[in-house]
DNA sequence: TGTTGTTAGTTACAAAATCAACTGTTAATG
DNA sequence: CATTAACAGTTGATTTTGTAACTAACAACA
């Protein structure tokens, strides 16, 4: 295409990233959203819990920096659904540990599936070193 | 951290992705905003004229894969900011031709020098065959 | 030419994200 | 201890997005 600029957006890092992830969240979240009708916030949630086992909802925000409003209310149609169950720490009751039901758990092991399918659908358009160098370097821009 | 499970989130080709994209594009945000508040939306939008100048609003969809309705808008306010203008194709009456004005095209500047510095900062967080590679493969992920 | 289908773009309404203010609790310090 | 600050988590108000239905214009073709 003729530009009029010498600027390419199409190289342009953080557009491109987010244009990668679109494009890969969209496709997997059709996959998947069918079966459990679940949000990408409660999805998240559902696989923190179902990889790391119990803690609590300050935990999942430190580790996947979603806001802590995105959380509160995904824990609570999780729960609703019966989930997961909180549990008070008794020490300190501001704090709410959080755990897999074993519908949950369900949940959890069937969407684990499906996310290592179409992550290896994923990695088979790249050579093998090519994935490994992409996720490396996403690793590193993640936590910049 | 001790896993209960041997899937690993992190490594996960869409979580990262989203986690990179997100984590970039909120420094770049938190840089830009304050000089024109200006939605990421908005900025794409913005780009697209500046870069390729005069085009549709279909045209900046097929080229961003942003929702029309996220475009129709983007274009609304930047025309009340009076960054753009609207022009109707007399052969096509369906068809509105989209251009940056003056202002448009000063805002556009002062965001790719922006754009740029940031691109570099980001850059210089890898050695400059590892930019080149990550760039090559998100351009294929994204259009995958 | 008229009927049916398609396309560009907008709008209305529902769903979700963001931000700020709030509750209840623990920690820190005088 | 009393008061103030800090923290985990929730709620409510506002903003933004997504979905679907819509308008207006063109195209195809009997």
């Known amino acids: 295409m003729t530009k009029k600029d010498d600027f390419d957006l199409q190289d342009f890092l953080p557009y491109l990233l987010n244009q990668a992830a679109e494009e890969s969240s969209l496709a997997f979240q059709n996959i ?30 430190e580790r996947s920096k979603m806001h802590k409003t995105k959380i509160s209310r995904a824990v609570a ?34 969407l684990r599936s499906v996310a290592i399918d179409y992550d290896a659908t994923l990695a088979r358009a790249f050579a093998p070193e090519e994935v490994a160098v992409l996720r490396k370097l996403l690793h590193h821009l993640a936590k910049l």
């Open 32 to 61: 998947y959203k069918d079966r459990y009708g679940m949000l990408r916030t409660e999805w998240r949630v559902l696989f923190h819990l179902g990889i790391y086992g119990r803690m609590t909802a300050k935990e999942i925000g």
């Open 77 to 110: 149609r999780l729960e609703e659904r019966r989930f997961l169950t909180r549990e008070r720490d008794e020490a300190d009751r501001r704090l709410e540990y959080l755990e897999l039901t074993g519908a949950g758990r369900a949940a959890y092991q069937e």
